[in-house]
Nanobody, 122 residues
Framework: QVQLVESGGGLVQPGGSLRLSCAAS????????IGWFRQAPGKEREGVSC????????YYADSVKGRFTISRDNAKNTVYLQMNSLKPEDTAVYYC???????????????WGQGTQVTVSS
């Protein structure tokens, strides 16, 4: 059974850090590009970051550049999103998803996790 499971979300103060994990089961992650998306209440889902399968190229939304880092550990079949200098506007449910490449359109992504809540608040 193909499954993606996100973890690592929680409540953090502004300026703090969290590391999200996206663990795969039922398939091998290293054949896929993995994207991280987020959705805040009342807002559309937006792309945050992506890492390709071919050469490990990484992509970031302008709003998170310099603060977030995406990485993958193929031995653990897991992709990570290290989030530093968190801001209240980063509050959202974060999802990981698979695709053949790093696309900006979330409709191009096939498998999705259930999401993990990130709340940045003092």
């Amino acid at each position: 059974q193909v499954q993606l499971v996100e973890s690592g979300g929680g409540l953090v103060q502004p300026g703090g850090s969290l590391r999200l994990s996206c663990a795969a089961s039922g398939f091998t992650l290293d054949y896929y590009a993995i994207g991280w998306f987020r959705q805040a209440p009342g807002k559309e889902r937006e792309g945050v970051s992506c890492i390709s399968s071919s050469d490990g190229s990484t992509y970031y939304a302008d709003s998170v550049k310099g603060r977030f880092t995406i990485s993958r550990d193929n031995a653990k079949n897991t992709v990570y999103l290290q989030m530093n200098s968190l801001k209240p506007e980063d509050t959202a449910v974060y999802y990981c998803a698979t695709a053949e490449g790093c696309y900006s359109d979330y409709d191009e992504y096939d498998y999705w996790g259930q999401g993990t809540q990130v709340t940045v608040s003092s």
